[in-house]
């Protein structure tokens, strides 16, 4: 492991322990604290192995100057706990992916608050609500020329991702109040969801091969 892999685990698990350790002091009695404790810290421990693995696969190089920097803390540390709460290894695995696409990318620092947002976001969606997002931007840009209408975008999706008209506009609705879609109101039947400007800066982000189907 690179001395620069190693600062980011001292730093990684020392964060995330202590924002487990005030969400507990604050939240538990003290039989439970000593157990639930425990759990976490392996579990965190093992959070920041994965992150640590994950860098080093995807061969990134990262100075020490970065690491230390304000912006890459805090979106690691946004990002670890996130990881700390997420039930689904499919969710952790997609979390770790969009941290790579995020630390990776040119203007990393100049973005950092808008992926610190995203983390927020997408911490707080199912992979399904993930996959109509992504899948609801690529049909727009896909049919980019065509005449895109709520029949065929609806049916499309539904289709594609096994979701009735009912839940699928039920996505929508929350991808709408996250700020990531935007809506045309239709005349009798919901509305025809749009992809954000905010949307539009950060979906390469979320955009993760073999990860969203």
């Known amino acids: 492991m690179t001395k620069s892999h190693e600062i980011l685990k001292t730093i990684g698990t020392s964060t995330i322990n202590q924002a487990f350790s005030h969400i507990v002091n604050n939240s538990l009695g003290v039989v439970s604290l000593g157990f639930l404790s425990g759990v976490m810290q392996v579990r965190n421990q093992n959070n920041a192995d994965k992150l640590i693995n994950r860098l080093e ?8 100057e970065l690491i ?4 890459f803390l805090g979106f690691t540390s946004k990002v670890l706990i996130a990881l700390s709460t997420a039930t689904k290894n499919e969710k952790i695995s997609f979390l770790l992916d969009v941290y790579i696409n995020g630390i990776s990318h040119d203007s990393f620092k100049s973005i950092s608050d808008k992926l610190n947002v995203l983390i927020d976001i997408i ?3 199912s992979l399904e609500s993930i996959s109509v997002l992504v899948e609801t931007y690529r049909f727009h840009k896909e049919e980019i020329e065509q005449n895109v209408t709520y029949v065929k975008i609806s049916e499309s999706l539904s289709q594609q991702l096994k979701l009735s008209e009912k839940d699928l506009l039920s996505h929508w609705y929350l991808l709408s109040g996250k700020g990531l879609l935007e809506q045309q109101p239709l005349h009798g039947r919901g509305f025809m969801p ?5 949307l539009k800066d950060i979906i390469h982000i979320l955009e993760v091969e073999n990860r969203i189907q």
Do not use: Y
Not at 68 to 71: F, G, L, P, Q
Not at 194 to 198: D, E, K, L
């Open 68 to 71: 230390k920097s304000n912006e």
């Open 57 to 64: 696969n995807a061969e990134i190089g990262l100075d020490n």
């Open 123 to 125: 911490s707080s969606l």
């Open 194 to 198: 749009f992809p954000s400007s905010w």
